[in-house]
Structure formats: C-alpha cells, structure tokens
C-alpha cells in the first residue's frame, strides 16, 4: 500500500528536522571555533606589548578608564571610532589640522582622477 499523504509530510517534517539538528551543531562548532580564534588574537596582541603578567590588570584597567595617556575612543558597532582631526566633507575629507581636502591633496600628487579605476 503506498505511504498516505499526511505520511509523506510527516516523513518530509523528519528529515527538515534531522537538517535543522545537523545545522545547529555545525553553528555550535563554528562559534566555538571563532571564539578560540578571537581568544588567540587577544593572547597575541597582549604578548606583543611587552607587559608583565602583575602588569596586565592595571593596563587593562587604564584602558578601560581611558587614563593611559591616550584618548582611548570607543567605537560603534565594531567600526573604529572616527578622529575629531577629520572633518567629512561631500565625498572629501577635511583634515582639520592642516586645511584642505585629501581629494585635492590627491590631485597635487598624483594628477587628476576620472574616478574609474584602471587595471
């Protein structure tokens, strides 16, 4: 006797099921993975500045108040925070400190643009 329709569907309804399961633990694996990944950039970037394990803390915590000497700016979303010694401007930016815009800058240097790109 052939598989009725409702069975065919519920058949259809395990295997979405049995994807769905696979997919979860693919993501859980991937996550996991970025994040040893993120942990190994952290590790190297703070063995890259020469600091003492007692050190550590207190550098952290300076950088988390912003009192290392530096601006520390925080950014959003994940983009780099923008410096107040650039002003945007059009599609030029302004630099602040010295006046002018880097598209003219651009143009003194290395002559004027047609603003394609050339392989």
């Known amino acids: ?3 009725s329709k409702s069975q065919k569907i519920q058949a259809e309804i395990e295997k979405v099921k049995a994807k ?3 997919q979860q633990a ?3 694996e991937l996550e996991q993975k970025h994040r040893e ?3 190994e950039e952290i590790v190297d970037i703070v063995q890259g500045l020469s600091i003492s394990l007692e050190e550590l803390p207190l550098v952290l915590q300076q950088l988390r108040e912003g009192t290392s000497g530096q601006s520390v ?3 959003v979303h994940g983009a780099p925070a923008k410096s107040d010694d650039f002003v945007g401007r059009g599609g ?3 630099r602040a400190d010295f006046g002018g815009d ?3 800058g651009a143009q ?3 002559g004027p643009t047609t603003g394609k790109e050339e392989n």
């Open 1 to 3: 006797m052939a598989a």
């Open 20 to 22: 769905i399961s696979e």
């Open 26 to 28: 693919r993501l859980k």
């Open 37 to 39: 990944a993120e942990n």
């Open 73 to 75: 700016q925080k950014s």
């Open 92 to 94: 030029a930016t302004k």
């Open 102 to 104: 880097a598209a003219e």
């Open 108 to 110: 003194a240097e290395f």
